[in-house]
C-alpha cells in the first residue's frame, strides 16, 4: 500500500471521531438540554409515556406544521415533538404575558376600593381628581386596541424562539459559557420590530405609572402596582425580552403568573448583571444574528392577540 495511502486513511480516522462529535451536538442546543434525546424520560424509554424529544442528530422530516420553514431540511425537530412545542408556547400565551394584564386588573379593582375609605371621603378636590386620573389610566393599557398589537409582537418573538430548537447549527447564533447559554445574537431590527408592535401600549403604561406615582389615594391601594416600565422603552423591551424568553424559551410559569392566568388559558432593565463577564467571551462559532420575529411570522404557532378571555378579561 503507498505511503500516500496510508497517510490518506489515518487521517480519516483521526479526522471521524471530531466529525461524530460535531454531529451529535448539533441536536443538543443547550436552551433546549430537558429535551435532548436519550434524556431521562424521553423518548428512549419504552411505554405510552414516555416524552417526544428533540432528534438524535439532525433528520429531514415533513408534516412540521409548527416551524415548517424546516421542512423537508435536515433539523432537529419532528411532528412528535410539536406537542412539546406546543405546550411551551401556550405557557407563554396561556400564562406568562395574559398574567402581566391580569395583575394590571387586579391592581385596577384595589385602587378603585379606595373610594370606599375614610381617606377617600376627607381627601381634597385636587387629590380626587388626581385620583380620577389614575383610574381613567388603567383604561388603554387595559383595552385590546392598545396592547393587542404588543402582545402579538411578543407572541411572534416567542413563537421565533420556539422553532430555534429545530437549528442543527444553533451554535452559530449563541455566546456560552461552559454548558450555558447566556447570549442570543438576536437580529438588531428585531428591537425595532417590537417596539413598533409596542410603542403605543408603552406610551400607555408609562401615562398610567405616572397618573398612580401622583394619586396620593391610589398609594393607598393593597394590591401592588404591576411593573411595565420595560415597555417604556425600546432597548428595555428587547433586554426583557431575550432574558426572559429568549434565555428561556421553553419557560415554566411561576406560581404567581399560574394563578393570574385568565380562565382561557416586570421595572425598566438595567445592564445585565453579567454584563461585564459576557464582555470577556467569545462564542466558539462565528457569531451569526437571529431574526428571530421572521422566524416567529413563519411559523404555525397562533401569535395574533385579541384580549383576555375568561374571568381575568377586562
Wanted: with cysteine; charged share 20%; aromatic share 8%.
Amino acid at each position: 500500500m503507498a505511503f500516500t495511502e496510508i497517510s490518506r486513511r489515518l487521517a480519516v480516522l483521526l479526522f471521524f471521531p471530531f466529525l461524530t462529535t460535531s454531529l451529535d451536538n448539533q441536536c443538543k442546543n443547550t436552551l433546549f438540554t430537558a429535551h435532548w434525546f436519550g434524556q431521562a424520560g424521553s423518548a428512549t424509554n419504552e411505554g405510552a409515556n414516555r416524552v417526544p424529544t428533540l432528534n438524535s442528530i439532525p433528520t429531514v422530516k415533513t408534516g412540521l406544521n409548527l416551524c415548517p420553514s424546516y421542512n423537508l431540511k435536515a433539523s432537529c425537530c419532528s411532528v412528535a415533538f410539536e406537542d412539546v412545542q406546543e405546550q411551551a408556547f401556550k405557557v407563554y400565551r396561556n400564562m406568562i404575558f395574559p398574567s402581566k394584564l391580569v395583575r394590571v386588573i387586579e391592581h385596577r379593582q384595589s385602587v378603585l376600593d379606595v373610594e370606599h375609605t375614610a381617606a377617600y371621603s376627607v381627601a381634597t378636590k385636587t387629590e380626587k381628581e388626581q385620583f380620577a386620573l389614575a383610574l381613567e389610566s388603567f383604561n388603554a393599557v387595559l383595552h385590546p386596541q392598545i396592547h393587542a398589537e404588543c402582545w402579538s409582537a411578543l407572541l411572534q418573538y416567542t413563537a421565533g424562539m420556539n422553532c430555534f430548537s429545530c437549528r442543527p447549527d444553533w451554535e452559530n447564533f449563541v455566546t456560552q459559557a461552559g454548558n450555558e447559554v447566556v447570549r442570543v445574537h438576536i437580529d438588531p431590527k428585531v428591537c425595532v420590530d417590537l417596539w413598533t408592535g409596542c410603542e403605543s401600549f408603552g406610551e400607555a403604561a408609562t401615562a398610567l405609572r405616572h397618573a398612580l406615582l401622583d394619586s396620593p389615594l391610589s398609594k393607598q391601594a393593597k394590591s401592588p402596582v404591576e411593573d411595565l416600565q420595560m415597555f417604556e422603552d425600546q432597548q428595555a423591551l428587547c433586554n426583557w425580552m431575550h432574558n426572559e424568553v429568549a434565555l428561556h424559551p421553553f419557560q415554566l410559569p411561576s406560581e404567581a403568573e399560574k394563578e393570574a392566568a385568565p380562565s382561557s388559558g416586570p421595572g425598566k432593565l438595567a445592564v445585565s448583571k453579567d454584563s461585564r463577564r459576557l464582555e470577556g467571551l467569545v462564542s466558539a462559532k462565528s457569531a451569526m444574528l437571529l431574526d428571530v420575529m421572521a422566524e416567529g411570522d413563519a411559523s404555525g404557532f397562533k401569535t395574533s392577540w385579541i384580549g383576555l378571555v375568561g374571568q381575568g378579561s377586562f
